[in-house]
């Protein structure tokens, strides 16, 4: 069964940096595309950044030039580095793979994460 | 970007009666909008995913429907597990969008 555990989040001032994890088991994360979503309250679901297989990465306007997905192989696991946070930020992050259940259809979120909490704050 | 306009916001409802959800999409999205199910506390769930297809364990009282801009999603008869926030999300263009969600609370 694939799962996903996310860590990393916490209390972290308006400027700083913060690195998320995204620990993967019972399928390859390098073999699929893998992307973060974050919750707000104030902006509901927002797709954030993807990573291909190829190891291009995407990102949302509102985060491009600050954050940067990547992944180590060996661990199975893929990150998010977070730079200049802002109270914006603010969010529960979650990981997700993206996957193809019809030929012809599109990559959807399956599984998801259990979400990781981060408070950009003074 | 594609805004997804979901409707109602909130919807209650009794166990046994049939629940009708709408997402309207600013643009068509063709057939590639999925629907997911978030409950208290945990991350989203695939339920539904190319408008009409139902994910691995989802119970057949769950059905998809619709094309282009209009999308519905429907529980046939509502079962107390089945209360919860519903988004739907479209895949035809960048980037990857939710609706703001529709409510599902028990009457």
């Known amino acids: 069964e694939a799962q996903l555990v996310e860590s990393g989040g916490g209390l972290i001032q308006p400027g700083g940096s913060l690195r998320l994890s995204c620990a993967a088991s019972?399928?390859?994360?390098?073999?699929?595309?893998m992307s973060w979503v974050r919750q707000s309250p104030g902006k509901g679901l927002e797709w954030v950044s993807l990573?291909?297989?190829?190891?291009?990465?995407y990102y949302a306007d509102s985060v491009k030039g600050r954050f940067t997905v990547s992944r180590d192989n060996s661990r199975n696991t893929l990150y998010l580095q977070m730079n200049n946070l802002r109270a914006e930020d603010t969010a529960v992050y979650y990981c997700?793979?993206?996957?193809?259940?019809?030929?012809?259809?599109?990559?959807?979120?399956?599984?998801w994460g259990q979400g990781t909490l981060v408070t950009v704050s003074s | 970007e594609i805004v997804l306009t979901q409707s109602p916001a909130t919807l209650s409802l009794s166990p046994g009666e049939r629940a009708t959800l709408s997402c309207r999409a600013s643009?068509?999205?063709?057939?590639?909008l999925a629907w997911y199910q978030q409950k208290p506390g945990q991350a989203p769930r695939l339920l539904i995913y190319?408008?009409?297809n139902r994910a691995t364990g989802i119970p057949a009282r769950f059905s998809g429907s619709g094309s282009g801009t209009d999308f519905t999603l429907t529980i046939s008869s509502l079962e107390p597990e089945d209360f919860a926030l519903y988004y739907c999300?479209?895949?035809?263009?960048?980037?990857?969008?939710f609706g703001q969600g529709t409510r599902l609370e028990i009457k």
């Open positions: 019972g399928f390859i994360v390098s073999s699929n595309y």
């Open positions: 990573i291909y297989i190829d190891a291009n990465t």
């Open positions: 999300q479209q895949r035809n263009n960048w980037p990857p969008t």
């Open positions: 997700a793979r993206e996957i193809k259940h019809l030929e012809a259809g599109a990559y959807w979120f399956d599984p």
């Open positions: 643009q068509s999205v063709s057939s590639y």
């Open positions: 190319d408008v009409s």
